[in-house]
């Protein structure tokens, strides 16, 4: 299909261990977004990229946390160290990205579990 | 920073009640609004947007600059409109990120 795909659906790591989080945007899409979706937290902002501007990483929650968006699609989120308090549905979404046509798109997400 | 506030983190109404989720901003721009919705085991999605001014399963939800609000209504709840619903906010005019809010989880009840 053409919608975004994330992968894994699901991850169980053990503490301290890192983990890679892909995204595969919809193709043409120039922006991309992570969130974390936890329970009683709802959507919480991570990282965006919009084309080649440098990323708003305003939302990353520590420096454990780092995203890469390769030749302008797929996007990796990477964890190190996990923490069990980084449990959580991590969603990715993608856009055209431009005024009046901004319409984000989610992935079904993956659903990380820290041990 | 812009941020968007979702009063309600649980509304429960009655099959065929009206049904308000309420969501403030603060942005001193003018922003573009969205609602986005999460159907149990799917995809989270949009609903609607402000600048289409459309109806859609229903939903309406009207900007009102003054109050800087956005609040989603329908008039006549159905089951299926069970879901939970965000409410969004992204900066006019140019390509940054959205900011959504926390949430409210709508239930309704037969």
């Known amino acids: 299909g053409a919608g975004v795909s994330q992968s894994p659906s699901n991850k169980v790591t053990e503490k301290g261990k890192d983990v890679e989080l892909r995204c595969d945007p919809i193709s043409g899409h120039t922006a991309l977004y992570w969130y974390r979706q936890s329970l009683g937290q709802g959507l919480e902002f991570l990282i965006y990229f919009q084309g080649n501007s440098a990323p708003d990483k305003s939302g990353l929650p520590s420096d454990r946390f780092s995203a890469e968006r390769t030749g302008g699609s797929v996007s990796t989120l990477t964890i190190q160290r996990t923490q069990q308090e980084d449990s959580a549905v991590y969603l990715c979404?993608?856009?055209?990205?431009?005024?009046?046509?901004?319409?984000?798109?989610f992935g079904q997400g993956t659903r990380l579990t820290v041990v | 920073a812009q941020r968007v506030t979702q009063p309600e983190k649980l509304l429960s109404v009655f099959k065929g009640a009206p049904v308000e989720l309420k969501c403030n901003y603060s942005y001193s721009g003018s922003p573009e609004l969205f609602w986005y919705v999460q159907y149990s085991r799917q995809r989270l999605q949009l609903l609607l947007r402000h600048i289409s001014r459309e109806s859609i399963k229903g939903f309406t939800a009207d900007l009102n600059k003054g109050e800087t609000s956005f609040h989603l209504k329908k008039p006549f709840a159905q089951e299926e409109d069970s879901a939970m619903y965000y409410c969004a906010l992204k900066k006019g005019g140019g390509a940054d990120g959205l900011t959504f809010g926390k949430g409210t989880h709508l239930i309704i009840q037969p």
């Open positions: 979404a993608s856009s055209k990205g431009r005024a009046g046509n901004t319409e984000a798109f």
